[in-house]
């Protein structure tokens, strides 16, 4: 429960150390360590230093934070048995510009991995189930096929290697690009947000150098105050080649009058901005991040209306946003909709 220096020495196989969610483990000196029992965490890991941790069959179970404070490997001992290190909680390289090396050591993810400098490099099988990856100032590199079954990918930065994701894609914190060298493949769903005209600084670009297989979703979402004008362009996805049937399209209405309307090339897919028929007083919902809406309604020019939520249909209709806008065409993102089992919405006129 309180304060652990792991300078030298083994934690054996019949070892099981629990860190509580007070406590805190200190792995740092120049001597390895090796873990070849399960180290338990649910509360700080720091490895720190010139500190490489070795495992011997040992397990990680991180519940809590576990930091990488430096640029040291996590790898597999000679001789040894498998190795486990399995994430619920935070896996965070925080410090250190150059490599941490997982070698050997597979990582299971169903909480948050975050990149904050540096390169985290898989030697061996990353997946992730559940929870979420992002990219936040780092790289994430691997020698196998990065593998998101579930949870999210999101971020600005480049990764090495192939990836194979399942799960939701959400380049950008808020806006962002998101370079995967090697080849992708998207069965899930992907976010790209459009505030601006400026690729990577005020809208979501995924590149690909290599074959971009493209199926599930592409949802687009706009910011609160961009409303693409006629003529507008935003190159969203950039490949060396492509394959797959390509994605489902939702949000491709923008609202009075104005539709996104998806233009292929060899390398490349862009959204062009197009005019069409003004539906008046329709409201439609368009899949955000992470299990969120955006709900954008068109009414007349410099009318005010109101958006509300309901969870029952009732009469306990919330009000979620209030507003006039000059073009008629209102955008707001339902944050809370993931906390309820139904959502129902309205617009009125205020």
């Known amino acids: 429960q309180g304060t652990f220096r792991w300078t030298g020495g ?10 509580a969610g007070d406590g805190q483990v200190e792995i740092t000196g120049p001597a390895a360590k090796t873990l070849g029992g399960t180290l338990t965490n649910q509360g700080v890991v720091r490895l720190t230093g010139a500190a490489a941790l070795v495992f011997c069959g040992g397990t990680v179970e991180n519940l809590g934070v576990f930091e990488l404070a430096n640029d040291q490997p996590l790898y597999l001992g000679g001789y040894c048995g498998g190795a486990l290190f399995h994430n619920t909680g935070v896996l965070r390289k925080s410090t250190g510009g ?5 070698l050997n050591v597979p990582v299971s993810n169903q909480g948050t991995f975050e990149i904050w400098s540096g390169t985290v490099h898989f030697s061996s099988p990353f997946t992730q189930t559940s929870g979420r990856t992002r990219l936040a100032g780092g790289n994430l590199s691997s020698s196998y096929s ?3 079954r579930g949870g999210i990918l999101c971020g600005a ?3 090495f290697g192939d990836v194979s994701n399942r799960g939701e894609l959400d380049p950008g914190d808020p806006f962002g690009a998101l370079t995967v060298h090697g080849n992708y493949t998207h069965r899930g769903r992907a976010n790209f947000e ?5 690729p990577g600084a ?3 670009r995924l590149n690909v150098t290599g074959t971009a297989s493209l199926g599930g979703t592409l949802n687009v979402i706009l910011a609160s105050d961009f409303r693409p004008k006629s003529g507008d362009a935003f190159q969203v996805l950039t ?3 492509r394959s797959g049937s390509g994605p489902k399209f939702n949000g491709l209405d923008l609202g009075g009058g104005k539709y996104l309307t998806p233009v292929y090339s060899a390398t490349d897919l862009t959204l062009l901005t197009t005019n069409g028929p003004t539906n008046l007083y329709q409201l439609v919902l368009v899949p955000a991040a992470e299990n969120t809406y955006q709900l954008r309604f068109t009414g007349l020019p410099d009318e005010s209306y109101a958006l509300e939520a309901s969870s029952y249909l009732t009469n306990d209709w919330v009000l979620l946003y209030t507003t006039n806008s000059p073009a008629g065409v209102i955008d707001f993102i339902d944050a809370d909709a993931p906390i309820y089992p139904q959502r129902f919405y309205r617009a009125r006129a205020a």
């Open 157 to 159: 930065g480049e990764i």
């Open 194 to 198: 459009l505030g601006g005209l400026a």
């Open 202 to 204: 005020s809208y979501d």
């Open 10 to 19: 083994s934690i054996d196989a019949s070892a099981r150390v629990t860190v």
């Open 98 to 102: 150059g490599t941490n090396l997982f």
């Open 239 to 241: 490949f060396a080649w």
């Open 146 to 148: 990065l593998e998101f």
